[in-house]
Nanobody
């Protein structure tokens, strides 16, 4: 089974920055697309940013120009650099990975979630 371990969340003031990390481990043949989702209390989970194995990225309109997703394929790790944070960015952020395991099939995995709170 693949495990996704997230880190980097916390409390930050508006305008501040945080960097989230998510490392995938297990018997993985390859990590395909990876992404970050977030969910605030009482709201649906939404895609924040995604990155393909080839490095193509996609962002939610609300975070474009402020967030940057990147990955280190050698470490099976995806990052989310969050700058100019706003209170509305407050949510639990979940890492997602589309993987190909040793059996040759693709599986979708989720991290445990990390809390990001933007408040003065």
């Amino acid at each position: 089974q693949v495990q996704l371990v997230e880190s980097g969340g916390g409390l930050v003031q508006p305008g501040g920055s945080l960097r989230l990390s998510c490392a995938a481990s297990g018997s993985i043949f390859s990590v395909n697309a990876m992404g970050w989702y977030r969910q605030a209390p009482g709201k649906q989970r939404e895609l924040v940013a995604a990155i393909t194995s080839g490095g193509s990225t996609d962002y939610a309109d609300s975070v474009k120009g402020r967030f940057t997703i990147s990955r280190d394929n050698a470490k099976n790790t995806v990052y989310l650099q969050m700058n100019s944070l706003k209170p509305e960015d407050t949510a639990v952020y979940y890492c997602n990975a589309d993987t190909t395991l040793m059996d040759g099939y693709e599986y979708d995995y989720w991290g445990q979630g990390t809390q990001v709170t933007v408040s003065s």
